[in-house]
C-alpha cells in the first residue's frame, strides 16, 4: 500500500469513524456503569451477546498478538551481538562461500525467515516446535501476567510507563532518521497520494481497521474502563482528545519509519547503481569515474550503439536500478518491523545501539496493547459473580494467560508463521467492523438517539452537537456497511484465498492457496465471534417466549 494513500483515508476515517465511535462508546459505558456485556444488555436483553462479541475478538487477538512480543525479545537478545547476526550471511556446511538460501534473498531475509522463524515451505508442513522462540513467548506472557497479577489498578501503572517510554525513543529515532542520507526520499513518499490507489477499497478497508485497533474500538474495554468514569465527566472532549494525540503519534511514528525508509531504499538504489557502474566499467575498460550516477542511463545508450555485441553480452547482468520501484517495495505487518528496519539499521553506525533501543520501544508498545487487551477479558470473567466468587484475580489472570501460552505455541511451530497470517488477517477485521455497526444501530435506533441525548446531557449537562448526531445516526453505519460490502465481495471476486509461503530455493515469497482446512478455520474465527451476537438474541427470545408460556399455563 502507497503511505501518500493511506494517510488521505486515515484521516478522513479519524473524523467519520474514529472519533464519533469512540465518544460513542465512552459515553455507553459512562451511561450504564457497566462492562460490555452488561452495558449492552442493558440497552436492550437481545444485545448481551456484542459484549460477548467483544471478549471473543480480545481472547482471539491476546492468542496470537503475544507472539510478536516474542520476536521482539528474540531480536532484543540477539541486538547486543557485533556484529548484527542479519547482517551478514553465514557461512555454508564446508566453508567455501556463503548459504545459498542467504544469498538469493538476503541476510535480513535469511534470518527472519530461516533462523527466527524456521519456516516450512507451506502451511501443510507443520513440522515441530522451535524451542527458542517457544521460550521467548513463555518470557512475553511471564511479563504480561506480573502487569496484570494486581487486575486494573496495577495495570494502569504500568501502561503509563510502557506508553510514554516510546516517545522517548521514537524522539531519538526521528532526529536519528532525518539526519541519515536519502531521509527526505521517504518522506516525500510518504506525502505525496497516488490517486488510483485512493479508488482502491482496500485503502480504506485498511485505514478503518487501522483507525479500529489503534483506538480499541470493538474490543470492549473501552466501555469497561469509561464505566469507572463520574457521570458528570465530559467524555466528548476525551473522544476529542485521545482519538487526536492517538493519530497524531501515529502519523509521527510513520514520519520516523519512513526517513529510515528512504535511507534504506536510497542505500540499496545506490548500491545497485554502484554495481552497474562498476560492471561497465570493468567490461568496457573505461577510466574510474568515467560512469557516474547522473550520465549512466546517457551512457548505456551509447554503449549499447557502439558496441552492439559485447553490450549484449553483458546486457542479462545489468539490473534496472530505480529508486521508485525500491520504494515501492514497501513490506507490511511484522515484515515491515522485522525485515526493513533491520534492514537499514545493519547500515547505521553504532548498529547495535539503534537495534536495542528499536527492539525495546517495540517491545513497550506491544506489552502496552497486550495489557489493555488482556483487560478486556479479565475485567468481564473478575466482574462475573460465577467465576469470581470461586477464583481470586490472581488465580483468573493466572489461567488467561496460561491458556494463552498454550495456544500460542502453536505460532512458534515451523508453520506458525502462516497460522499468525490467518488470525492477524481474519480474527478481528470483519468480527470488529460488524460490533460496531450493532452497537451504532442498537443506540440510535433500539435505544433510541433523542433518549441517549437527554441521557448525556442529564449526565454532563451538556447538549450534543449535531456533527455527533448526523454522524452516528447516519454516515458511520452507512460507511461500515458499504466497507463490508467491498470487503465481502473482494473475497467472493478473488476466488480462493491465498498467502503468501517462503521459497528456500528462490530465497522468497511465493502465492499458495489455502488449503480447505485452513479455510475452515478461517471460517471458524469470523463465525465464533460474530455468530455470537444472532445467537445470544435468539436464545433470550426463546426464553422470554417459554416463560411468557410458563406465565399463561401458571394464570390458567
Not at 445516526?473 to 484465498?497: C, E, M
Request: hydrophobic residues 45%.
Amino acid at each position: 500500500m502507497h503511505a501518500g494513500s493511506f494517510l488521505v483515508p486515515y484521516i478522513i476515517m479519524l473524523f467519520v469513524e474514529g472519533m464519533p465511535l469512540l465518544h460513542l462508546e465512552l459515553a455507553v459505558g459512562q451511561r450504564m456503569r457497566q462492562g460490555s456485556i452488561g452495558a449492552w444488555r442493558t440497552i436492550s436483553p437481545y444485545l448481551g451477546g456484542v459484549g460477548i462479541a467483544s471478549v471473543v475478538v480480545s481472547f482471539f487477538l491476546s492468542m496470537y498478538y503475544n507472539v510478536i512480543n516474542a520476536w521482539a525479545f528474540w531480536y532484543l537478545f540477539h541486538s547486543f551481538q557485533d556484529p548484527l547476526p542479519w547482517s551478514v550471511c553465514p557461512l555454508n556446511g564446508n566453508h567455501t562461500g556463503f548459504e545459498e538460501e542467504c544469498e538469493k534473498a538476503s541476510s535480513t531475509q535469511y534470518f527472519w525467515y530461516r533462523k527466527t522463524l524456521n519456516i516450512s515451505p507451506s502451511i501443510q508442513d507443520n513440522g515441530s516446535v522451535q524451542w527458542e522462540p517457544a521460550l521467548c513467548l513463555i518470557l512475553a506472557w511471564l511479563v504480561v501476567y506480573l502487569c496484570t497479577l494486581r487486575g486494573t489498578e496495577s495495570t494502569g501503572k504500568v501502561v503509563y510507563f510502557t506508553a510514554l517510554l516510546p516517545y522517548c525513543v521514537l524522539i531519538i529515532y526521528l532526529v536519528r532518521g532525518l539526519t541519515l542520507h536519502g531521509a527526505t526520499n521517504g518522506l516525500v513518499y510518504m506525502f505525496t497520494p497516488k490517486m488510483e490507489q485512493l479508488a482502491n477499497p482496500k485503502a480504506w478497508i485498511n485505514a478503518a481497521t487501522q483507525i479500529f485497533f489503534s483506538l480499541g474500538l470493538g474490543f470492549g474495554s473501552l466501555i469497561a474502563f469509561a464505566s469507572y468514569s463520574e457521570p458528570s465527566n465530559n467524555c466528548q472532549k476525551h473522544a476529542i482528545i485521545v482519538s487526536l494525540i492517538n493519530s497524531s503519534t501515529s502519523i509521527f511514528a510513520s514520519i520516523v519509519t519512513f526517513s529510515i525508509y528512504g535511507f534504506k531504499a536510497t542505500f540499496n538504489y545506490e548500491s545497485c547503481v554502484n554495481k552497474v557502474i562498476l560492471l561497465l566499467t570493468n567490461s568496457f575498460d573505461l577510466e574510474d569515474g568515467f560512469l557516474t550516477a547522473s550520465n549512466l542511463e546517457q551512457m548505456k545508450g551509447y554503449l549499447a550503439s557502439t558496441y552492439p555485441s559485447r553490450y549484449s553480452e553483458v546486457f542479462p547482468q545489468i539490473k534496472n536500478c530505480s529508486l521508485e520501484s525500491e520504494l515501492d517495495t514497501a513490506v507490511q505487518g511484522t515484515g515491515l518491523a522485522f525485515i526493513v528496519y533491520t534492514e537499514a539499521i545493519k547500515n547505521m553506525e553504532v548498529s547495535q545501539l539503534w537495534s536495542a533501543l528499536y527492539f525495546f520501544m517495540l517491545l513497550m508498545l506491544g506489552i502496552g496493547s497486550m495489557l489493555g487487551n488482556t483487560a478486556a477479558i479479565l475485567t468481564p470473567l473478575t466482574d462475573s459473580k460465577v467465576v469470581s466468587s470461586h477464583l481470586p484475580k490472581e488465580a483468573i489472570s493466572g489461567l488467561v494467560c496460561l491458556i494463552n501460552c498454550a495456544i500460542g505455541m502453536v505460532f512458534t511451530m515451523e508453520a506458525g508463521n502462516y497460522w499468525f497470517d490467518i488470525f492477524n488477517d481474519y480474527a478481528a477485521t470483519l468480527p470488529l467492523l460488524l460490533i460496531v455497526l450493532v452497537e451504532t444501530v442498537a443506540v440510535c435506533f433500539l435505544y433510541g438517539l433523542r433518549r441517549f441525548e437527554s441521557d448525556l446531557q442529564a449526565m454532563t449537562g451538556r447538549t450534543l452537537n449535531w456533527y455527533w448526531k448526523v454522524m452516528w445516526a447516519g454516515i458511520s453505519p452507512l460507511l461500515i456497511v458499504s466497507l463490508l460490502v467491498f470487503y465481502l465481495s473482494d473475497y467472493i471476486l478473488t476466488g480462493t484465498l491465498r498467502y503468501q509461503a517462503w521459497d528456500a530455493s528462490q530465497g522468497q515469497l511465493v502465492t499458495k492457496d489455502y488449503p480447505p482446512y485452513a479455510l475452515a478455520v478461517i471460517g471458524l474465527l469470523v463465525a465464533s465471534s460474530t455468530m455470537c451476537i444472532p445467537l445470544v438474541a435468539l436464545r433470550t427470545f426463546v426464553m422470554r417466549c417459554l416463560r411468557r408460556g410458563g406465565d399463561t399455563a401458571h394464570v390458567a
